[in-house]
């Protein structure tokens, strides 16, 4: 069983939807959870953080932890053509290094 | 302030050269990490170092890969007698300190021919 899981998509909405995007993990030490974005052909980019269950809210995105479940999600509300990119979840925890998924592709059509 | 730096964005190597890459963290981290990221992959760590030291190797292949973050200057991956299987995009993050997030860098993609 794989450390994160995460389905690669690709995933394909209109303009305005509400689009969640998951990941599944098996190790309970992670304590550490991240969402990034990465446009094609760029680094990662930082959108949510957070160590605990429950939500954390940030404009359109909301990050949702269920450490009983081992189950993160990421919502965007009001989805945007510029959301249209691949989505990685990371976990971090007993190291300092980052464990990702494999990465969602969200396309967002106009 | 400027974000994480990596140099060059682009590097194209023949099978048995060497390739270095180097990384420059944001202004105040001293921690620097480096993953690699394979065709249709996700990301791997690779490496984590503080200033002249390496504190986690343990994502680094035993052979041909080594890396330094010296007390002046950029972090260096290297990489000796490249194989077409290092073809991939490798990537820097920095933090500011422990159990914190990582930012991380444009990449370096790396061809080898």
């Known amino acids: 069983q794989k450390e994160v899981e995460q389905d690669p998509g690709p995933l394909s909405v209109p303009e305005g939807a509400i689009v969640s995007l998951n990941c599944t993990y098996s190790n309970s030490a992670f304590q550490y959870f991240m969402w990034y974005r990465q446009y094609s052909r760029k680094g990662p980019e930082l959108l949510m953080y957070?160590?605990?269950?429950g939500n954390k809210e940030d404009g359109r995105f909301t990050a949702q932890v269920d450490k009983s479940s081992k189950y993160i999600s990421l919502f965007i509300r009001d989805s945007q053509p510029s959301d249209s990119a691949t989505y990685l979840c990371?976990?971090?925890?007993?190291?300092?290094?980052?464990?990702f998924g494999k990465g969602t592709k969200l396309t967002v059509n106009p | 302030n400027a974000g994480v730096m990596q140099n060059p964005r682009h590097l194209v190597r023949r099978r048995g050269q060497e390739a270095r890459l180097r990384c420059s963290p944001m202004?105040?981290?001293?921690?620097v990490y480096w993953y690699r990221q394979l065709p249709e992959e996700g990301l791997k760590f690779m490496v984590y170092?503080?200033?002249?030291?390496?504190?986690?190797e343990s994502g680094m292949p035993k052979e041909r890969f080594s890396a330094e973050f010296p007390k002046e200057g950029p972090s260096i991956l290297r990489i000796q007698q490249v194989v077409r299987g290092d073809s991939a995009a490798y990537f820097c993050?920095?933090?500011?300190?422990?159990?914190?997030?990582?930012?991380f860098g444009p990449g370096t993609r790396l061809t080898v021919l």
């Open positions: 993050a920095s933090s500011p300190v422990r159990e914190d997030t990582q930012y």
């Open positions: 990371a976990l971090k925890g007993g190291s300092e290094k980052l464990v």
């Open positions: 957070t160590y605990s269950s």
């Open positions: 170092l503080q200033k002249e030291n390496i504190i986690d």
């Open positions: 202004k105040g981290h001293s921690h």
